[in-house]
């Protein structure tokens, strides 16, 4: 789990970018899927759509060797040391047809000694799949889930 100090955030949308004072602590790819349910709408019971329901997927390095994982709800990342952490959304940015968008979250305290302690921030750039099915969703298909692949990086900040 080398610590690279090279990515940049240069060519990220604004909204993304993690604030001033922190520093790349690790870089993950997440490979995996999310799970969509179709539903009635809010308060619009006649109409359905694709919910999502939530994520699992493993952790990689660049490398490709598996040093945790991501699932969720609540979304959490966990460390193969038994570390892990939640999160809350900040902002997401558009990431191209077809792939889930690009998302900053601010890290809630870590629980478990390990990686995860004293992460601040997760950026999730570099998606590919993962948007909700293309297929019908209605009242006849109400409660079944699709299972969409997706792949997407996960670099994680601390405090410099």
Not at 10 to 24: E, F, S, T, W
Not at 28 to 38: A, D, L, R
Not at 96 to 116: C, D, E, F, H, T
Request: aromatic residues 8%; proline residues 7%.
């Amino acid at each position: 789990m080398g610590s690279r100090t090279n990515f940049s955030q240069a060519d990220l949308p604004a909204a993304v970018q993690v604030p001033p004072g922190h520093q790349v602590a690790m870089e993950t790819v997440g490979i995996g899927q999310i799970t969509y349910e179709c539903r009635a709408k809010k308060d619009m019971a006649n109409e359905h759509e694709w919910v999502f329901v939530g994520p699992d997927a493993k952790l990689q390095t660049r490398g490709g060797s598996v040093i945790g994982k991501y699932w969720g709800p609540p979304a959490t990342w966990e460390n193969n040391d038994g570390s892990k952490v939640t999160a809350t959304q900040v902002a997401v940015s558009p990431a191209g047809a077809g792939n889930i968008p690009l998302q900053l979250v601010k890290a809630n305290p870590a629980s478990g000694m390990g990686a995860m302690q004293g992460v601040t921030y997760i950026q999730r750039v570099a998606t590919k799949g993962g948007v909700a099915p293309n297929m019908p969703c209605g009242a006849t298909n109400v409660g079944s889930k699709q299972i969409v692949q997706y792949q997407a990086d996960y670099i994680f900040w601390k405090a410099a």
